[in-house]
């Protein structure tokens, strides 16, 4: 078949790789290339650094509905198009424009978990399995109609960084196997029930301070999920304190975000059910370190508090 293909991060690179494999990739649709890091240098999107091996026209269109991409697209008549966290909506002209439609991979079992962070919030939610999703793309964020669905274990290990690495693999295989019931012209299509739908909206660093008065397992969910970005923090003091790695225990006692003790194994803190033993943490603009050693350099001692109540709840011994 010939294939448009549209995406941008690194989840999209093994769907691209999948797709121009066994058919024709005709171009390849991308944001525009951004500044970023201290030095503010120009970045190209993953997806435009894979692009460039296959030797096709790359477009990085600021907006997607203007009539003249339109127009631009439609000079290739594919047959189909293949949408994987591109990161604009999809207009209905171009919906409308390949023989097969616009082809999408979404990284939940739909229609649970719609929006544009469906692996971050399954873990947060303690969810035990998730999955990939391929459809046929409508009007509406993720409503439109399954093709296929396969699905994935969370493992109590996971972080929303090594679940997204297996799901974007097994995206790609459910892409590639979509794309010939395609061309075999024997793909589903079964409409989403609408009424179980759950979502996932988009994250930011705001979303990410930890809320100590939740239950010990929400908060390690919590973590889970925010890691590697935008990654769960607190405060201690006045400092910022990023919290990568952490289990939920059962000891009780303490108030929500009362350190309770601190050894080799961790920093034991108080939640509102339960209690978290913080494994790893990291200062602004310092190294990830094992919490026993951060505890060490931020003189941390038991009966101190991390998050909103330190600044005034600090104890004395």
């Given at each position: ?7 941008t ?154 679940l997204?690495d ?71 003091h ?32 108080a ?39 330190t600044?005034?709840?600090v104890?004395?011994?």
């Amino acid at each position: 078949m010939r294939i448009i293909f549209m995406g941008t991060p690194e989840f999209a690179v093994p769907s691209l790789d999948a797709a121009a494999r066994r058919h024709q990739l005709l171009a390849v649709v991308t944001q525009p290339d951004r500044r970023s890091g201290r030095g503010q240098k120009l970045q190209f999107s993953p997806v435009k650094e894979r692009a460039l091996q296959y030797q096709v026209p790359i477009y990085q269109p600021e907006k997607v509905n203007t009539p003249g991409f339109l127009e631009e697209m439609a000079k290739y008549e594919p047959d189909a198009i293949i949408v994987v966290a591109f990161g604009h909506k999809i207009p209905k002209a171009m919906l409308e424009l390949p023989s097969h439609g616009c082809i999408n991979v979404h990284a939940s079992l739909l229609p649970k978990y719609r929006g544009a962070a469906p692996i971050h919030h399954a873990i947060m939610n303690g969810e035990r399995v998730t999955g990939v999703t391929t459809m046929y793309l409508s009007e509406g964020w993720d409503e439109g109609d399954l093709i296929l669905q396969a699905e994935e274990p969370i493992l109590p290990t996971d972080t929303a960084g090594t679940l997204h690495d297996r799901l974007a693999l097994k995206g790609a295989a459910l892409l590639a196997e979509t794309l010939d019931l395609l061309n075999a012209g024997t793909a589903p299509r079964v409409p989403q029930d609408h009424q179980q739908a759950t979502y996932a909206p988009k994250l930011s660093k705001a979303d990410a301070e930890i809320d100590w008065r939740q239950s010990a397992e929400n908060i390690a969910n919590f973590v889970r999920g925010l890691n590697p970005w935008p990654t769960a923090y607190t405060s201690f003091h006045t400092e910022m304190i990023k919290v990568w790695e952490a289990l939920p225990l059962g000891h009780e006692g303490g108030s929500p975000g009362e350190i309770m003790s601190i050894s080799p194994e961790g920093i034991l803190v108080a939640a509102g059910e339960g209690s978290l033993l913080v494994k790893k943490l990291q200062r602004q603009g310092a190294r990830i370190l094992d919490a026993y050693d951060a505890a060490n350099g931020l003189r941390l001692r038991k009966g101190q508090w991390f998050g909103s109540k330190t600044r005034d709840n600090v104890k004395t011994t």
